[in-house]
């Protein structure tokens, strides 16, 4: 193939991209974006915080613009993100208890409902585990209303949209040695034992110097496959430049194509220029939307 996602659409992947509803009448970002890649996650505009500003009123402006310009182009769509404890509305960030896991609970709902059918996979919950050495929960507002309160956005979220694939997806779970990496491991295995409803788990794989592409990348990614999941990376950024940038990129395709069940990668935003980073050029295509070695180093490794 010719481009990102034509490339991974021969070996049974997607290629995907973040996308911010604000770009869109950038003609050099579109024409990209409609050219290289057949998935889209919108960057922030389907997260809790834009999607139900004040509690029960939903706001899908932002958020349809970006779902509906994905699927005129025939492009699919990962939703991001149903719950999680970060962009939270500020009136969620002050609740507790069985209030905040109803609200929770009905978001989920709410949302995966206004969108049942258009939905390739969720990331139902995002970033539940700690950093660090203790392999458990993050501390946070949804936690501390019960350690099974992931389970049941699962469960609303496979109520709500049974076709979406349901995802758990999480940061720095790359490295299989890591803490973290076992801690998702085992909630996922005990999901699966337990007939919890996961399809998926996503590996958002921000990545630099001090959080280098782990050599072992395919053992996580196949350990993970083995557990009756499918494997996506998800928000793919390498700080870097150059050859060592463009291996580094290299090196995370080669291990997604070595598992089977590694269904797709997503790049999480198209310039250097649009990423989220505030310093650095960790993407596939300069600040004036040219393609990096890092780009040529993905297509001829896809
Ligand atoms: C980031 C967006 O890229 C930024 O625009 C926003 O200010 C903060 O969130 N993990 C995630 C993504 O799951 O939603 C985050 O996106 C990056 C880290």
Redesign the pocket.
Known sequence: GTTLGASAAEKGRYFGT?V?ANKLSDSTYVNILNREFDMVTA??EM?MDATEPSQGQFSYGNADRIVNQARNQGKRVRG??LA?H??QPGWMQNMSGSALRQAMLNHVTQVATYYRGKIYAW?VV??AFADGSSGGRRDSNLQRTGNDWIEAAFRAARAADPGAKLCY?D?NTDNWSHAKTQGVYRMVQDFKSRGVPIDCVGF?A?FNSGNPVPSNYHTTLQNFAALGVDVQIT?LDIEGSGSTQAQQYQGVVQACLAVARCTGITV??IRDTDS?RASGTPLLFDGSGNKKAAYTSVLNAL
Do not use: L, P, T, V
């Open positions: 973040a911010a960057e922030n997260k991001h993100a999680w970060s962009q990331d995002n970033e997806n940061y958002q921000h928000e999480w935003g989220w």
